[in-house]
């Protein structure tokens, strides 16, 4: 199993910066596939980025594209998400999740995790 609590959130301007951060408990970090995911007010959860396990490569939804950037830190057991050039359509709690399974194809679907963290709150305001 493994434990997931993110940090960092905030409110910011539009075209502002914050960088999340999730640090996770537990073994063989390495072994999970780390994702982020948002829900914004009266929205289904959205994905955002994901790194799969045994790998270091991002993926992002074209939402965020270029604007956010995903890493990963197996020493440290944490995973970061740096966003730039925020839009009020950001604005979200966002989610740190974690599969021990290789996700393949559902990285981007909620039920492929079975650990979430809390959540931090990001809001983008003009």
């Given at each position: ?20 951060s999730c640090a996770a408990s537990g ?100």
């Open positions: 199993q493994v434990q997931l609590a993110e940090s960092g959130g905030g409110s910011v301007q539009t075209g502002g910066s914050l960088s999340l073994q063989s970090f390495r072994s999970y596939s780390m994702s982020w995911f948002r829900r914004a007010p009266g929205k289904e959860r959205e994905f955002v980025a994901a790194i799969r396990r045994y790998n270091s490569n991002p993926i992002y939804a074209d939402s965020v594209k270029g604007r956010f950037a995903m890493s990963r830190d197996n020493t440290a057991q944490t995973v970061k998400l740096q966003m730039n050039s925020l839009r009020a359509e950001d604005t979200a709690v966002y989610y740190c999740a974690a599969s021990g399974s290789e996700i393949l194809s559902r990285v981007g679907v909620p039920d492929a995790y079975p650990y979430w963290g809390p959540g931090t709150q990001v809001t983008v305001s003009s």
